[in-house]
């Protein structure tokens, strides 16, 4: 079975530019989560999806954060413009309510350094 | 509300010592509780896991009890090797809701 793909896997941006990361999920799993994780720090949620629903996006700044998820398969998360204090890795995670929602699988993540 | 408390690390071990990890959680209604593992450059990887009071989670040699009266679940190993260097993070969820600890990093020495 394969794993939540996650791409880029590290991406180098000027503050102010735009930038774009995009997840994957197992095959079948319903809920998608973006996570972000700073150095030294646990994930913190940005934005959890029930198929294509947002149904928690209360820590997402929306002001210059923005997520889909298209046919409630893969999902696209973008920040623009990006901020020197965005610099983190972003994780993607999936798991299904179908199986008790018990357990989350984690991509590798995309680490985003601005500059 | 929902959270989890870790112990602080860093924590630097000989190989073949003990190992525990403390972690405490606040939450309402019967959670599930989890220690997931991440290796340097890689995504969080789920270790153990315990879904009711009393459950015992194990997977390769790590082991976590689940203590309502406690609200505590541990991590221990009875003998770390090098391998095991990495990053623990203890958590909870609640239905489709997860809450993280901070990490506790751990570094085993030969």
């Known amino acids: 079975e394969a794993g939540v793909v996650q791409s880029p896997r590290y991406k180098i941006i000027e503050k102010k530019q735009p930038v774009a990361f995009w997840c994957n999920p197992i095959?079948?799993?319903?809920?998608l989560y973006w996570y972000r994780q700073n150095l030294g720090q646990g994930p913190e949620l940005l934005i959890r999806y029930e198929n294509e629903e947002a149904v928690d996006d209360s820590q997402l700044p929306k002001d210059r954060f923005s997520a889909e998820r298209l046919k409630g398969v893969d999902s696209t998360l973008k920040i623009q413009p990006a901020e020197l204090g965005d610099s983190a890795v972003y994780l993607c995670a999936s798991s299904s309510t179908r199986q008790g929602a018990y357990e989350q699988y984690f991509g590798p993540g995309t680490r985003l350094t601005v500059t | 509300g929902n959270s989890v408390t870790q112990m602080e690390g860093p924590v630097t071990l000989s190989e073949e010592a003990f190992l525990t990890i403390n972690c405490t959680y606040t939450a309402t209604g019967y959670p599930s509780l989890f220690w997931y593992v991440q290796y340097p450059g890689e995504g969080l990887q789920l270790l153990l896991k315990?879904?009711?009071?009393?459950d015992k989670g194990s997977n390769k040699g790590f082991e976590a009890t689940y203590r309502k009266e406690t609200t505590s679940f541990h991590l221990e190993k009875g003998s770390v090797q090098v391998s095991d260097s990495a990053v623990y993070f203890c958590a909870l969820s609640t239905g489709n809701q997860f809450y993280f600890g901070t990490g506790t990093s751990l570094t085993v020495i030969p």
């Open positions: 095959s079948g799993h319903n809920t």
């Open positions: 315990a879904t009711k009071a009393d």
